[in-house]
Nanobody, 127 residues
């Protein structure tokens, strides 16, 4: 079992920034695709960004390109999501997810591709 623990959520105003962190077990024994997802009330879970621990190239959904950055800190086994220029549309519960495989362009944003999930951290953006 892989336990993921998110932190860093909070409340910010439109245009503000937050950095989410996801602490994971050591990335030994293979590569992991690490993803960030979000789910707003009444909406489906949406893939926001992903990167594999290869490390591979990052992937982003169009609505966050240029504003969000996903990164890895290998010695600390941590995945970050730096979120800048936040908008009210970014208001959601954010989840960290992991799948023991590389990330692929055709599937990284599908929630059913990930085996392990964190409990989520809330991001609130006020206008």
């Amino acid at each position: 079992q892989v336990q993921l623990v998110e932190s860093g959520g909070g409340s910010v105003q439109h245009g503000g920034s937050l950095r989410l962190s996801c602490a994971t077990p050591p990335w030994t024994g293979g590569v992991f695709c690490m993803g960030w997802f979000r789910q707003a009330p009444g909406k489906e879970r949406e893939g926001v960004a992903a990167i594999d621990t290869g490390p591979g190239r990052p992937y982003y959904t169009d609505s966050v390109k240029g504003r969000f950055t996903i990164s890895l800190n290998n010695p600390k086994n941590t995945v970050y999501l730096q979120m800048n220029s936040l908008k009210p549309d970014d208001h959601a519960m954010y989840y960290c997810a992991a799948e023991p495989d590389y990330c692929y362009s055709g599937s990284w944003s599908r929630a059913d591709e990930y085996r392990y999930w964190g409990q989520g951290t809330q991001v609130t953006v006020s206008s």
